[in-house]
């Protein structure tokens, strides 16, 4: 993704309201980009590896979404450490 004036100028002005020391902004393209991106800062924010993740379920279709996916989808990614799958729970 190339920065363009308008992404430029746009992640300045965020710079300027959001709190703290933030400086850096991602501007994904679709759920698949936005997933990939969250299970990296994740990782990266927490100095965890484990991911839970919703079996029977669809994130995406990039390497780390799929492999995160709780369906047969999820084999063409092949083995990706540190997904957990979890069965959603269900009112009774």
Known sequence: MSMTTVRAKLCS???????GDINGFLFPLGGSEANEGAIR???RYTGKFKILSSMRSYHGGSTGPLAATGDFRARF???MPGFVKIFNPHAL
């Open 77 to 79: 990614a092949g083995e």
């Open 13 to 19: 002005l965020l710079g300027d309201i959001t709190p």
């Open 41 to 43: 800062i994740a990782r």
